[in-house]
């Protein structure tokens, strides 16, 4: 299969934060994202999804590693002493070329 390189940003952090996350991520380049409330736990504890505004949400991008080079750097600096959040990137192979 012959696809373009790309990679999957995931951001998952306080619903309260998605529109600082929202507007960096337009910063960056990516412009495209799903977004949906999750639940989970961790060393702060558990978090569920049941009122929305103290959920957590989860942030996926797709994006050309050109607009992911400067997103997951400035996520350090900007949010961490801000805001609960966990965020990686993976290399993956996409289906529909024409997309990305």
Same mark, same amino acid.
């Given at each position: 299969?012959?696809?373009?390189? #790309?990679?999957?940003?995931?951001?998952?952090?306080?619903?309260?934060?998605? @529109?600082?996350?929202?507007?960096?991520?337009?910063?960056?380049?990516?412009?495209?994202?799903?977004?949906?409330?999750? @639940?989970?736990?961790?060393?702060?504890?558990?978090?569920?999804?049941?009122?929305? @505004? +103290?959920?957590?949400?989860?942030?996926?991008?797709? #994006?050309?590693?050109?607009? =992911?080079?400067?997103?997951?750097?400035?996520?350090?600096?900007? +949010? +961490?002493?801000?805001?609960? *959040?966990? =965020?990686?990137?993976? =290399?993956?192979?996409? *289906?529909?070329? @024409?997309? +990305?």
């Amino acid at each position: 299969m012959n696809s373009p390189p #790309v990679k999957l940003g995931t951001i998952t952090c306080a619903a309260w934060a998605r @529109e600082p996350v929202h507007r960096l991520r337009h910063e960056a380049g990516a412009h495209r994202s799903t977004r949906c409330t999750v @639940e989970g736990d961790g060393h702060q504890g558990g978090r569920t999804a049941d009122i929305q @505004e +103290f959920a957590d949400i989860q942030n996926e991008v797709i #994006v050309r590693p050109t607009a =992911a080079a400067p997103l997951l750097p400035r996520l350090a600096p900007e +949010f +961490f002493p801000k805001f609960t *959040l966990i =965020a990686d990137e993976t =290399a993956i192979r996409v *289906l529909r070329r @024409e997309k +990305f």
